[in-house]
């Protein structure tokens, strides 16, 4: 299915003024021909123009029908009689066949954040029974806008097998207005579904935080890619999944974004404890590393200067007591020793 844009069609103030002038002049001429049947019940010219006035006023309101008004950013597809016959772009007042009709499948649909949540519909009120209910009259206007799909956060296992929760928030546009109506059932369903599967066949491809011999990229050599670190290419991979899945659907994705990232919460005590100790255990590498560097110099130094001789064991005690006053986590309690070593 094609688009096809209507051009031409921005003529509805004259169609509105013309059949407005018609309906007064039907008005007088049915006036006329009313006083001409009273004065002579059997002038031919009264009765022609009483009823051809009586006609129009029956049916004149039926060019009404065919009047549309788009704000900017709007589109209208058209159908009559069940065939597409196209669809109007751009702000304005037209006129169109009034047995035309309007398709949006997706005009009762609302997605979370998106940009038709807060639209408030506007109210007609309908005969049911001997009560009088009030509905709410659909727009089948689509919106051309930019708008945000913010889905529900979820529950996935990355490659490590570890449950992760991760949301998204997708922004896209209509830029075909056929495929959108006619391809798909509702592009606002289709568009979440697809967002859903593209995300659970992404995530399943990373692990949540660096993880040695993981191949993201499929090059078959292992990387540094994670959910956490590497956001920004998961996303636009995301995002490259989501487009070549709507496109039939008419639908462009401009930006797809992770919003929430966390592993899930009947892991995330364990996943805490890790990263702790990880952490602990890298700054202890750190702090040996470092009173390593630091008994070297001292050993050096005194040596250089020849301000004291040493031998082996001496040596050995010295940096036994120096690793355990550098790398102890409490302050050093000093042992003043007044014999020999001997």
Request: proline content about 3%.
């Amino acid at each position: 299915m094609q688009e096809k844009i209507l051009t031409g069609k921005k003529h509805g103030m004259r169609v509105l003024l013309l059949t407005s002038l018609l309906y007064l002049v039907a008005i007088g001429v049915t006036v006329y021909g009313g006083i001409t049947m009273d004065n002579d019940p059997s002038s031919i010219i009264g009765i022609a123009l009483f009823a051809i006035g009586l006609i129009w006023l029956c049916v004149g309101w039926i060019p009404y029908l065919g009047l549309r008004i788009l704000r900017p950013q709007e589109a209208l597809v058209l159908t009559l009689f069940g065939k597409y016959i196209g669809t109007l772009k751009g702000e304005g007042f037209y006129a169109v066949n009034p047995f035309c009709g309007s398709v949006n499948p997706a005009a009762r649909t609302q997605l979370n954040q998106s940009g038709d949540v807060s639209t408030a519909e506007p109210a007609a009120f309908t005969l049911s029974g001997n009560s009088l209910k009030m509905q709410a009259v659909v727009n089948n206007k689509l919106s051309l806008k930019i708008m945000t799909l913010s889905n529900n956060r979820q529950k996935i296992n990355d490659c490590l097998g570890n449950p992760v929760e991760i949301g998204i928030a997708v922004t896209w546009r209509i830029v075909d207005t056929a495929k959108a109506v006619f391809n798909v059932n509702n592009y606002k369903e289709f568009l979440s579904l697809q967002c859903d599967t593209s995300l659970r066949n992404i995530v399943r491809l990373y692990p949540y935080d660096v993880a040695p011999n993981v191949d993201t990229t499929g090059d078959g050599v292992a990387d540094d890619g994670s959910l956490r670190g590497s956001s920004d290419v998961v996303a636009l991979r995301i995002r490259d999944e989501i487009q070549e899945r709507v496109s039939d659907a008419g639908i462009e994705v401009i930006e797809a974004r992770i919003t929430y990232l966390a592993y899930a919460t009947e892991i995330a005590a364990v996943m805490l404890q890790r990263q702790q100790a990880s952490a602990i255990i890298d700054a202890r590498k750190m702090i040996v590393d470092g009173a390593v560097g630091m008994v070297e110099m001292a050993l050096e130094r005194l040596s250089q200067n020849d301000t004291v001789v040493l031998d082996e064991e001496r040596k050995a005690a010295m940096v036994s007591n120096l690793l355990v006053v550098l790398c102890g986590n409490r302050d050093a309690q000093p042992v003043v020793n007044s014999g020999s070593l001997y």
